[in-house]
């Protein structure tokens, strides 16, 4: 079956510019995750949504950064006012019961 | 809260050899450890999860890891290392039923030497 899919795989912007990461998660799954990964780190948590729940963003580092999901299905991941330290990998994923899926993820170069 | 400390950023085998990768986590409630592999440019895949029931549990392409609540460790181990083993291993921890999010270690970057 389909897993979890990302687009773009890659983006390069400008500083300053706003960019939209998109995920879509495994069908039927609940809940959706937002993940960035720096180069040589492990996973930090930005977001999550659980059905009709509000999303607990307390993994958001600043404001600049924000994310909407339409009812269980796409997710978008909207970072403004792009800085060079936003430049990294944004993993989405998705959950219907313990175990996470992840999809491939978006590269983010900020120039 | 929990954390989660992975011993080694680089660990490097020769092919045949014992695979051990060692994790650590802290939580305050009984919790589910996940060890995920991310091989170059791709995203996260399950190699095996523990929530509940036998503390040795098997995963995909041999690895297994063991659930050791007095030592707080679930280290993730091969008996034979394959060259397609190279990848990057990150071990997880949630707080078990109901908790919603997971918190990752640094990762472990494994190569294998033939």
């Known amino acids: 079956g389909a897993g979890v899919s990302q687009s773009p795989s890659n983006k390069v912007t400008e500083k300053g510019k706003d960019v939209e990461l998109r995920c879509d998660p495994i069908s039927g799954h609940t809940a959706l995750y937002w993940y960035r990964q720096r180069l040589g780190q492990g996973l930090e948590f930005l977001i999550y949504?659980?059905?009709?729940?509000?999303?607990?963003k307390s993994g958001l580092p600043s404001d600049r950064f924000s994310a909407e999901r339409t009812g269980e299905s796409v997710s978008t991941l909207t970072i403004q006012r792009t800085q060079q330290e936003d430049s990294a990998v944004y993993l989405c994923?998705?959950?219907?019961?313990?175990?996470?899926?992840f999809g491939p993820g978006t590269r983010l170069l900020v120039l | 809260a929990q954390s989660v400390t992975q011993l080694g950023s680089h660990v490097s085998v020769s092919e045949g050899a014992l695979v051990l990768l060692r994790c650590n986590y802290s939580?305050?409630?009984?919790?589910?450890l996940f060890w995920y592999v991310q091989y170059p440019n791709q995203g996260l895949q399950l190699l095996l999860k523990?929530?509940?029931?036998?503390?040795l549990v098997k995963g995909i392409n041999g690895f297994e890891a063991e659930f050791k609540k007095s030592e707080t460790s679930f280290h993730l181990t091969k008996p034979s290392a394959h060259m397609s083993d190279a990848a990057e291993y990150f071990c997880?921890?949630?707080?078990?039923?109901?908790?919603?999010?997971?918190?990752f270690g640094q990762g472990t970057r494994l190569t294998i030497n033939p």
């Open positions: 994923a998705s959950r219907l019961t313990e175990t996470q899926y």
């Open positions: 939580s305050s409630v009984p919790p589910y």
């Open positions: 523990y929530t509940t029931g036998a503390t």
């Open positions: 997880a921890v949630s707080e078990g039923r109901g908790a919603q999010k997971l918190v």
């Open positions: 949504f659980q059905g009709n729940s509000a999303p607990d």
